[in-house]
């Protein structure tokens, strides 16, 4: 058996004066390190297979006093490729920079017909996010609601993001249900997040 010799083209290089007039046209843009392609007269990114990861949590999160912030963990991984979970498993670690879409998703029950106001808020690498409280109100005995919520972020590498919540009352919990004989477990909290441009 005979093997051939092959040659690989290599993506031409962008520079400064580079126009992106005609569509189409597929270069590696050195600076930032990823490769860009021609549309509507803007180089637009062409994002690599990476970044990308999907966490929940099959146990009950109960908070022990109100009005007091807990963070909300997680343990199982459904994929991941770039975004793990860090220690504590609360964090979500992101290995490479990035702007990411997060979807953020919890099940909340109520134990008696009391008011109860639920608070949802995403931190940083420790500090909170300002302006991004999502604020639940419960009052059903044995009811329950899910609250869920997509946003962007900014990474630099090796940052995490954590979810935290507090309740006005204990008589909530982030509820975990088992599987049936017809639907599968619901997780208490789920956590999805992809990279959408580097």
């Keep these: 058996m005979r093997f051939l010799n092959r040659t690989y083209s290599k993506l031409h290089h962008r520079f ?3 126009t992106a007039a005609e569509n189409g046209q597929l270069l590696w843009d050195e600076t930032n390190g990823y490769p860009v392609v ?3 007269n803007e180089w637009r990114q062409v994002v690599l297979a990476d970044g ?3 966490f929940y949590d099959t146990t009950d999160q109960t908070a022990a006093v109100i009005n007091t912030a807990y963070p909300i963990t997680f343990n199982s991984t459904g994929f991941s490729d770039g975004i793990t979970l860090g220690t504590p498993t609360s964090r979500v670690v992101f290995e490479e920079a990035g702007l ?3 979807s953020f998703t919890v099940q909340v029950a ?3 017909a009391s008011l109860k106001t639920l ?3 995403p931190k940083v690498n420790g500090v909170d996010v300002g302006g991004s409280t999502m604020q639940l109100s419960i009052d059903s005995n044995g009811g329950s609601v899910v609250m ?3 946003a962007l972020f900014q990474f630099s590498a090796g940052d995490y993001l954590e ?4 309740t006005t009352n204990v008589n909530v919990v982030l509820d975990a249900s088992t599987a049936t004989a017809f639907c599968p477990a619901t997780p208490s909290a789920t956590l999805t997040a992809f990279r959408v441009q580097k």
């Design 148 to 150: 869920s919520r997509t």
């Design 163 to 166: 979810a935290y919540w507090a």
């Design 110 to 112: 109520s134990s008696n």
């Design 119 to 121: 608070y949802f808020w």
């Design 38 to 40: 021609s549309l509507d």
């Design 16 to 18: 400064a004066g580079d």
């Design 52 to 54: 990308r990861g999907l």
């Design 100 to 102: 990411y879409y997060v």
